[in-house]
């Protein structure tokens, strides 16, 4: 491949060829290997050819990425972006744009009609698109990959997933010709070190040059305090980094799950002095610009973290904070950064070293191990193409794990992708306004779920396998070849002649005491008993001594057999469970009149337009009318509420206007009348009402400052910024989306003019 100055890689080449041939291709490669390059061979052909492509990703921050870096490679006119609140360039050669974008694009909604908004794209790049198993998102792979039209060819740049094949065959089956690139090549292979608390002045490496676990590695002894609970234990992260420093592998992001331990580990590594003078003038300078053209991070009390070549970097930052560590870091000026696992999704900050705080994670059931994609993620962001030889990744002994369960982990195989396939409202809405009810249901077929429902299944289907073998195993063959048909007769025969028995006993006792003789009823009954003894004397079973393991066999069979039908059903059920999935939100639909004869109505046809977790817990809400009439800062207030999940924290609520708090009191009977519909349908879709910000978005929406906002609420500024743009993208909908009155998108509009001011609007 001439177009790069570089000699490319076997499966660069092969993936590339495979471009070239006209077939798409899913390539499965580790994190770091290159697989930009074989996205950069489609959009070099596409613009010799004269044609456009499509560059999606599961993040706007790593669209914004894309885009600044494929416009300085290829010139600003030539890329355009598209994300849920930017356009620039939308005619472009190449448009980078995030996977919901796509799929909106395919339904062709708001975006416009699919030929238009498609036309001349030849090549459409699916980045990440391991981002399949996300739990809430995942869909949107599927979706796009369905929809897409056969004269695309699909580039899918995934990460190692161990069913890459299945996935490849799927997409053969539902879009067009497609081959699979796998490879486990790291151009920059990993090293793996252990810390161990016994033995701090040293990393230790995990495996022997044979390959065996380092026997030297002492498992961590549980220091138990009063009441069952651990103890405060001693930090060793200072000595990490400073081994990590002794040994030439800094710079390292050093991963931790909680945003505290983040800013505490911070703070505790400040005085390691890892920058030299000349590198931290370099930082005061890039600061002291930065600063000037995002005021609102003047005094942030990180400053003088980064300065000492030490970052924190998680959800609870503001989002131009995090993107000045991430420039920091790129320059080589910040050594370590402390960052939760969402650091390891994509964004570009290369590193010679990760560390690894623990192989378990504490969950709402308890700790848990990683699973090896998670490992995989961040173990990968390790060793930098061309500026290292080697890779290292150093994981922290802890009591909630062995050095051979770490070892398994980091041995392990990657993950299956699993499909987090799910109909929705919008789905329906959208299918039906474009396929029949029959068509519809052969595209819910075609989805990765529904294709891979024998591996989703595979613990059920190994349980009927296991019932199967225990009603196999328990047949039994009788010594008087009688049949299980025989037993059944004998034990039927049997029961009523002992039943009847003892009946008769009783009332010949009851006769005697009477001092009665015998009706001839009595005695007929008697004589009827005898036949019956008689009857059964004549089965062998009655004098057989394995009667019982024969009788005992049966039962459980019948019980194994009787565990057998319902697993039959639940099975149906399952494979069925995305087609009665979509049936359930159909028939919800229909009873709220959003459905008639199985086309959209005008309700319809606007919920189809919208994109949230709950469309029709929103389409109830505007259409009940209570947005309107609301100032543009009580209008983000409400909405704030009903789009911000539940927090775990315990926040307590701050005093919102008086029409914030009616409105949203008639929004709770719409909320329970939409949960009572759904329990009723069994759907599971969030109904939210979280007025936890929608104090702070109506000072921000009437003027506020920034420190007046933040400082009202202990919790991370980032998390109000996020809670802000979820706000934005949702009032963005009702300026575009149909039959909304139009003094409520005049409304909804100043509202987004009021909100994306800095540091929201940052991007």
Known sequence: MSEFPFELDDFQKEACQIIDSGESVVVCAPT???????????????????????????????????????????????????????????????????????????????????????????????????????????????????????????????ATVANGQELTDWINTVHSKTKLVNTDFRPVPLKFYYFDTSQPLKLLPLFTPSGALNNKIKPEKPQWGRGGRQKNKKSYVKQIVRNLAENDMLPAIYFTFSRKKCDEQMEKCAGLELNT??????????????????????????????????????????????????????????????????????????????????????????HRMLTANEFLQMSGRAGRRGMDEVGYVTIVGTAFQTPEEVAQLVLSNSNPLESRFSPSYSMVLNLLQRFSLEESKELILKSFGYYSSDYRLKPILDLMEQYNREIEERQFICPHRLSDEDLKKFDKIRFIYVQNRQTYKKILKQEKNKNRPLTEEIIAFGEKNKEELHEMQSYACNQCNRYKKHSKALEVRKRYESKKQKLEKEIEKQKDIYW????????????????????????????????????????????????????????????CAVTTEDIRIDIPYIPFSEPVRKTL???????????????????????????????????????????????????????????????????????????????????????????????????
């Open 277 to 366: 003078k000349a590198e931290q003038q370099k930082i005061k300078d890039f600061i002291e610009e930065y600063i000037a053209e995002n005021p609102h991070l003047y005094g942030n009390k990180h400053i003088e973290y980064l300065i000492q070549g030490v970052a924190s970097h998680h959800a609870g930052l503001l989002p131009a904070w995090k993107n000045l560590v991430e420039k920091l870091f790129q320059q080589g000026l910040i050594k370590v950064v402390f960052a939760t696992e969402t650091l390891a999704a994509g964004i570009n900050m290369p590193a010679r070293s990760t560390v690894i705080s623990s192989v378990s994670k504490r969950t709402d059931s308890g």
């Open 580 to 639: 009665n999935k979509f049936l359930s939100h159909r028939a919800i639909l229909e009873e709220f009149g959003y459905l008639q004869k199985d086309y959209p109505t005008e309700k319809g046809k606007t919920t189809s337009q919208i994109r949230s977790e709950n469309e029709f817990y929103l389409s109830e809400i505007i259409f009940s009318g209570v947005l309107e009439n609301l100032t543009p800062s009580q209008l983000a207030g409400v909405i």
């Open 32 to 158: 770091g290997a290159g697989k930009t390059v074989i996205a950069q061979h489609a959009v070099n052909k596409a613009l010799s050819e004269g044609a456009r492509i499509f560059y999606t990703t599961p993040l706007k921050a790593l669209s914004n990425q894309k885009f600044y870096d494929f416009s300085e490679q290829y010139g600003y006119d030539k890329v355009g972006l598209l994300t849920g609140d930017t356009s620039i360039n939308r005619e472009a050669q190449i448009v980078i744009m995030t996977t919901e974008v796509f799929r909106n694009m395919l339904y062709g909604t708001n975006f416009g009609a699919v030929a238009d908004n498609l036309k001349d794209v030849k090549y459409i790049v699916l980045d990440e698109v391991h981002y399949m198993n996300d739990e809430q998102r995942g869909t949107v792979w599927e979706e796009s990959i369905i929809y897409c039209p056969t004269n695309i060819q699909i580039i899918a740049l995934s």
């Open 665 to 763: 009191n008639k929004i709770r009977n719409i909320k329970r009348k939409v949960e009572k519909t759904q329990s009723n349908h069994d759907i599971d879709a969030p109904t939210y009402i979280n007025p936890y910000f929608s104090s702070l978005i109506e000072l921000w929406v009437d003027g506020a400052q920034w420190e007046t906002v933040s400082e009202s609420i202990e919790i991370g500024e980032g998390d109000i910024v996020r809670a802000f743009k979820r706000t934005v993208d949702v009032l963005r909908q009702l300026t575009t989306i149909d039959n909304i009155p139009e003094a409520l998108v005049f409304t909804a509009r100043e509202a987004i003019e009021k909100i994306q001011r800095p540091p929201v609007d940052f991007d």
